[in-house]
């Protein structure tokens, strides 16, 4: 009987310290949402976009091998026509027989119509922290710019469309590695963080809608540009998984399988992250 | 009559046609394994295992993370039995070290070799633990006064161990890495997180 007053005491002290986590909680996503805010305030102090002109530059400049400009590259609208490429992919390619995401295409075509040599180009593709994106990442932002504003439309008509976003779903939900990670693991719940940062519920199309069309983005905390490729290189790298390769497989069908469920969402690339 | 009973077995066979398709998996298992394995090329031979998914994971993934009875009872029993006790009997280390290890994400990625510190439980990434710490994640629950709710009891000391070191004996297909089996974390590591947990003088619990 002696200890009810305790209890009670306990119980009161337990209700009063959720309501201070939670209004702490509220305190930091507050916070972080001005951050957010800020940042996006100007749309033109976005630094992604001097990365998107410096891909256009390179775009347009006789390079490689053979010194030819990528302007006969055909994004799958047709030779050279870039405008809204970007929305429709990745597509089937009959060429290469292949289906490609913008970055595995503009990789193709460096290395088929300019002659530079596909295995110097994956060898390290990506940047490292503070520095700007590679050539073919500026590229991969000039040409997904060009799609700002439209929204996500792909195909999925060829069987080889369809059988990428039946994998990338499928690699989507794959466990494995030391840590038993998958996407899903991150990405199949609404509103959960890792520390303070928010995860997108990347299998529900309407959170997909908001945040696949951002990619490739500046990153503050890294101050560069990150492509998609680049993105899922570095949630395999927290997954303990090795180093995804630029342009396989299993990176075409997870953004055929994220493009798809963003089906309709607006793309706002470079978008602007933490 | 004779119509209805047409349309009934019609109706029969339809749904054994769909049940048929959902059975058959979507992509050939053999063609995921052999995309996963050209798409980490520069993966050493002793790397190979990563790329694989166990019996269990294969299971988790293939019903979305929550198993039908049966499957699950099986995760279990076969999980639990990878628990390797501390030789001691005392699950308590020290929390104050489990704290660090509460930290730090360190270990495993592919720019964490040679190892320049000790492995991680980076137990901030998923839950909420102490008043002090604000940067905590939200995937798993908040274990804030885990301690105290569960009385300190002996019990649940070892409750927490066996969770720690490997989830899925408690919870099938949780998303929390099976730090002890997959040897993320040794058993002294393991011990000095249960500390951080249930220890009265833990930060967690005061």
Redesign the interface.
């Known amino acids: 009987m002696e200890l009810r007053p305790t209890l009670i005491a306990a119980a009161c002290a337990a209700i009063a310290f959720s309501s201070i986590a939670f209004a702490q909680d509220a305190e930091t996503e507050k916070g972080l949402e001005k951050y957010r805010q800020m940042l996006k305030q100007d749309p033109w102090s976005n630094p992604g976009l001097l990365d998107s002109d410096r891909g256009e530059a390179l775009w347009k400049t006789p390079r490689g091998p053979k010194n030819v400009s990528l302007e006969q590259c055909d994004l799958g609208k047709g030779a050279g026509k870039v405008e809204g490429a970007f929305a429709e992919l990745p597509r089937y390619f009959v060429d290469a027989d292949k289906v490609m995401d913008a970055e595995t295409r503009i990789l193709w075509c460096m290395e088929k119509l300019q002659g530079f040599n596909r295995a110097d180009l994956v060898k390290k593709p990506h940047p490292g922290g503070g520095q700007p994106v590679k050539e073919l990442g500026a590229m991969a932002t000039y040409v997904a710019n060009k799609s700002s504003g439209l929204k996500f439309a792909p195909k999925a008509q060829h069987a080889k469309e369809k059988e990428a976003i039946a994998l990338g779903k499928v690699l989507f939900n794959r466990r494995s590695g030391p840590f038993d990670f998958s996407c899903a693991g991150c990405h199949s719940a609404e509103g959960t963080r890792i520390r303070l940062q928010g995860l997108p519920y990347l299998a529900n199309p309407k959170e997909a809608r908001k945040v696949v069309g951002e990619w490739p983005a500046y990153r503050v905390s890294t101050t560069h540009v990150m492509t998609m490729q680049h993105r899922l290189l570095d949630c395999y790298w927290q997954m303990r998984m090795p180093e995804l390769e630029l342009g396989s497989d299993v990176s075409v069908a997870l953004i055929a399988y994220l493009n798809k469920t963003a089906e309709g969402g607006t793309i706002s690339a470079p978008g602007l992250k933490r | 009559m004779r119509k209805t009973s047409i349309i009934i077995v019609a109706i029969g066979l339809a749904g054994t046609t769909a049940a048929l398709a959902q059975q058959k998996?979507?992509?050939d298992p053999a063609?995921?394994d052999a995309?996963?394995k050209?798409?980490?090329?520069?993966?050493?031979a002793d790397?190979q295992a990563?790329?694989?998914?166990d019996e269990t994971?294969k299971q988790?993934?293939a019903h979305?993370?929550s198993p039908p009875k049966a499957i699950s009872g099986a995760i279990q029993k076969r999980e639990m039995a990878t628990i390797q006790y501390p030789a001691d009997g005392k699950f308590l280390g020290d929390w104050k070290n489990g704290e660090k290890l509460a930290q730090s994400g360190y270990g495993?990625?592919?720019?964490d070799y040679p190892p320049r510190q000790v492995n991680g439980g980076n137990c901030?990434?998923?839950h909420?633990l102490t008043?002090q710490e604000?940067?905590?994640?939200?995937?798993g629950p908040?274990l804030?006064?885990y301690g105290k709710?569960h009385e300190f009891k002996q019990a649940d000391v070892k409750a927490a161990y066996e969770k720690i070191y490997n989830s899925h004996a408690t919870f099938p297909c949780s998303?929390m890495?099976?730090f002890g089996a997959?040897?993320?974390l040794t058993i002294e590591q393991i011990k000095d997180i249960v500390a951080l947990l249930m220890s009265p003088e833990s930060s967690v619990n005061k």
């Open positions: 998996p979507v992509v063609r995921v995309a996963v050209a798409a980490f090329p520069t993966a050493p790397w990563r790329l694989v998914p994971m988790c993934s979305g993370n495993l990625r592919f720019t901030y990434a998923c909420q008043k604000v940067s905590y994640g939200t995937v908040s804030l006064g709710l998303f890495p099976r997959n040897k993320v």
